[in-house]
């Protein structure tokens, strides 16, 4: 339904930062609640954070919780993850995902069914 495309990921060193960006092209996510999730080798895909549609509902997992920020520019149709003091840990692919929905945000990932490709974050001195 709505074709998303993630950039940013790169390798970092522990303590750094990143900011992960969300684009879509030719759809508007302005009614569609948009969450974070990363997938480490071997382990499940868990939700990181979400945002809803009008940026009211604002979701974080404990693990990210103080380092991470998510936020959306309207204009440019992209949401944003801004990832702050980062730890091995969070190396993984991270993931965007689109839900249309208008209330508050899930990060639970059954509930998207738009995903974009991802983007490899690398946390490693």
């Known amino acids: 339904q709505v074709q998303l495309v993630e950039s940013g990921g790169e390798l970092v060193q522990p303590g750094g930062s990143l900011r992960l960006s969300c684009a879509a092209s030719?759809?508007?996510?302005?009614?569609?609640?948009i969450g974070w999730f990363r997938q480490a080798p071997g382990k499940e895909r868990e939700g990181v954070s979400c945002i809803s549609a009008t940026s009211v509902s604002i979701y974080y997992a404990d693990s990210v919780k103080g380092r991470f920020t998510i936020s959306r520019d309207y204009a440019k149709n992209t949401v944003y993850l801004q990832m702050n003091s980062l730890k091995p840990e969070d190396t993984a692919v991270y993931y965007c995902a689109a839900e249309r929905r208008t209330g508050g945000c899930s990060a639970a990932k059954g509930r998207y069914a738009s995903w974009g490709q991802g983007t490899q974050v690398t946390v490693s001195s």
């Open positions: 030719g759809v508007t996510l302005d009614y569609y609640a």
